[in-house]
């Protein structure tokens, strides 16, 4: 099984390809940073996915759309990012015959609207565009879906993990007072993208109930 997976380099893409390398798949990473994975069935490409001409690669199974930004300033590369060279990967590597499945690492904020402006719009972009997908890898037996995670214990969000009055405010947001691990996230990827056959065109939201979290006043 060819698994190809962007933003493989770190946090959430470099646990998924841990997960997968872990399970006997050969992976191939995408990433505009080097990779300090080493294994025999790796393989990894330095690539800015949204402006490099995209690498030929062996017949793909499973893609594994990861990589993106979050960029709170202004936004400017979110929906370059997020949603184009996602669109871009996807039309050049997925829509053909081999494909079995396409998993979209989406976000709680495209659905709900939160965080920021740009990055949301990206992320709900994504959705929309995943159940485009769905509809058109089904002629080859394939699915696609999405997991939209919620708060995720990586380094991009070191700032409040190390800040205890941060983390306390946004696990409280939380009805199970938690955040997701990488592991998990990855686990959720592995069932959705290769245990999984009859699922298709559907968003999976892992935020531990933050969405759903509602306060009853009488």
Not at 58 to 84: C, F, M, R, S, T
Not at 114 to 123: D, G, I, N, Q, R
């Amino acid at each position: 099984m060819n698994v190809l997976i962007t933003g493989s380099s770190q946090g959430i893409g470099l646990g998924v390809a841990e997960e997968f390398l872990a399970q006997g798949a050969t992976v191939i990473g995408l990433d505009i940073l080097p990779s300090g994975l080493e294994h025999p069935n790796y393989t990894h490409y330095e690539c800015d996915i949204f402006r490099d001409d995209l690498p030929e690669l062996p017949e793909i199974h499973v893609l594994i759309n990861n990589a993106g930004v979050q960029n709170y300033d202004d936004g400017a590369d979110d929906i370059d990012i997020n949603l184009k060279a996602t669109i871009r990967v996807t039309e050049h590597y997925a829509i053909q015959p081999t494909i079995k499945s396409v998993l979209f690492m989406a976000s709680a904020s495209g659905r709900t609207g939160a965080e920021f402006p740009l990055y949301a719009a990206s992320k709900g972009g994504m959705i929309a565009y995943m159940k485009n997908v769905a509809l058109r890898v089904a002629p080859f037996g394939a699915t696609s879906n999405a997991l939209s995670p919620g708060g995720v214990l990586t380094d991009l969000n070191a700032h409040i993990i190390e800040n205890p009055t941060l983390m306390r405010a946004v696990l409280d947001e939380t009805m199970l007072n938690r955040w997701a691990s990488v592991k998990e996230i990855a686990q959720w990827t592995y069932f959705v993208a290769v245990v999984n056959r009859s699922m298709t065109a559907q968003d999976l939201l892992i935020d531990n109930g933050e969405a759903a979290k509602s306060n009853f006043i009488w």
